[in-house]
Nanobody, 125 residues
């Protein structure tokens, strides 16, 4: 019955910023490890960022380090992805995911047991 709903995607010019949000309902959020993944047409799903249950630990794929920031607000059952200095290669469908088995950071899609429907991010040059 858990539901994850992403929002905040859209069209932005290279160098611009977007902030994605993912709200969870139906199950407890505070104990879950959370992550963002993305998938571009014709490419495999790629890990972007993860955050532990209490926000103490974060991890990013190399291509977004220094540009993206993952955060969470457990009181609001929401995880965020702040994306700055966007590049055309960031264009993808972005998914949030919840790990109901662990509150720790994980990078593999198989570690996550609940997924949102995705929100499209398109970066023009």
């Amino acid at each position: 019955q858990v539901q994850l709903v992403e929002s905040g995607g859209g069209l932005v010019q290279a160098g611009g910023s977007l902030r994605l949000s993912c709200a969870e309902s139906g199950r407890t959020f505070s104990g879950d490890g959370m992550a963002w993944f993305r998938q571009a047409p014709g490419k495999e799903r790629e890990f972007v960022a993860a955050i532990s249950w209490n926000g103490a630990n974060t991890y990013y794929t190399d291509s977004v380090k220094g540009r993206f920031t993952i955060s969470r607000d457990n009181a609001k059952n929401t995880v965020y992805l702040q994306m700055n200095s966007l590049k055309p290669e960031d264009t993808a469908l972005y998914y949030c995911a919840a790990n109901k088995l662990s509150g720790r950071v994980a990078t593999m899609p198989t570690s996550y047991t609940a997924w949102g429907q995705g929100t499209q991010v398109t970066v023009s040059s």
